[in-house]
Structures are given as C-alpha cells and as structure tokens.
C-alpha cells in the first residue's frame, strides 16, 4: 500500500477584521472552516484556492500570498493532510450564486468569535491559520512553481 497525503487548499480572506468562513455538517456536527477543499486532477494549487473559495461561499477572491503549508493529520483517522493556506482579497461577491451543496454558510466571523466555546472548528488549523495571518506571515506566490 503506498501512502498519499491529502492535498488542499484554504483561503484568508478578511474584510473589517472578521474572516470568510462556511459551516457545514461533518458526521452530524455543524462546524465551522475558511473556504478550503481538495486540489483537482491537474489543477493549480492558486485556481484550487480560487475555486474551492467560489464554489463554497459565492466570493470572486485575488490570491495574494502564500500563508504557509500546513500537515494535519486527525487523531481518529489514518489520513494525513497537507494544507496550502492563501492570502486573498476579496474581489466580488455574488450572492445568487449556487452554493457548494456540502456548505450550510457562509459568515464573515472574528478570531474571537472563533474561539468561542460553542464554535466546533473542521481543525485546529481554522485559528492557526488566522493566528499566522495576523502575525504578519506572508509568502510571495512565486515560491510555488508548476509546470505550464
């Protein structure tokens, strides 16, 4: 058996302090994650980030910056993830859009109304994702290189 990690993306984007976030039904429990999802079949890692943020909250996003990647690997799986987390701004917003049907959604939310105990996170890497971003920590996208 080989193992293969999980690729995703996630997005950043803040407006006025809060932060685009969905929520959604994971094993029966509304939980709250940024705008993230799996990075398709010969798709870039950025047009990833692009599409998961449309598809799931209706925002037309301008990647910025590369946040970092994180690994996560769930305590009750044997799965293992490995998260390219962007910077975006916030380009268009189009609120007839159709949105991913696995999302309840959308909300633009603080770090503090994050941390609030009745708030279940997808992760852990919902708020040190956030907690990075504030902290200033930003990447050039061209670090990433793949092929034309």
Known sequence: MIWTPRATVATIVEKDQTFLTVSEQVKG???FNQPAGHIEANEKIVD??????????GWEVKPCYLLGVY???PSASDLTFHRYCFIAEPMQHH????LDPDIDATHWLSLE???????????PLVVQCIKDYLAGIRYPLAVIHEDE
Do not use: K, M
């Open 71 to 73: 690994i996560y690997r």
């Open 48 to 57: 990833a980030a692009i599409r998961e943020t449309f598809e799931e909250t």
């Open 29 to 31: 429990q509304l939980v």
């Open 113 to 123: 109304q994050l941390n609030q105990s009745d708030i279940h996170l997808r992760s």
């Open 95 to 98: 609120p007839d859009h159709q």
